[in-house]
Nanobody, 118 residues
Framework: QVQLVESGGGLVQPGGSLRLSCAAS????????ISWYRQAPEKQRELVAL???????NYVDSVKGRFTISRDNAKNTVFLQMNSLKPEDTAVYYC????????????WGQGTQVTVSS
């Protein structure tokens, strides 16, 4: 089993940057794919980006060119670099682990709040 803890959220002005981290404990981190989701108040949870165990990546259209997902298996951590942030990026961001089927999640983190506001 793998346990996930997100960090790096905060308050940032429009146009600013944040880097979120998803740190994993437990065994065999490198075999898991990791997805970042976000949920804004009164909105459905939305997939933001994912990275496979082989480091293939995918992004929702609204963040392409602004967000970058990466992983460091030696540190058991996945990162989400967020640049050119917009107010509509405001949400709680969660990471989730999966193996094989990206719709079947083994573990979720507790979430980290990102607020983009002037």
């Amino acid at each position: 089993q793998v346990q996930l803890v997100e960090s790096g959220g905060g308050l940032v002005q429009p146009g600013g940057s944040l880097r979120l981290s998803c740190a994993a404990s437990g065994s065999s981190f490198s075999i898991y794919g990791i997805s970042w989701y976000r949920q804004a108040p009164e909105k459905q949870r939305e997939l933001v980006a994912l990275i496979t165990h082989g480091s293939l990546t995918n992004y929702v259209d609204s963040v392409k060119g602004r967000f970058t997902i990466s992983r460091d298996n030696a540190k058991n951590t996945v990162f989400l670099q967020m640049n050119s942030l917009k107010p509509e990026d405001t949400a709680v961001y969660y990471c989730a682990a999966w193996k094989g089927d990206k719709s079947v999640f083994i573990s979720w983190g507790q979430g980290t709040q990102v607020t983009v506001s002037s």
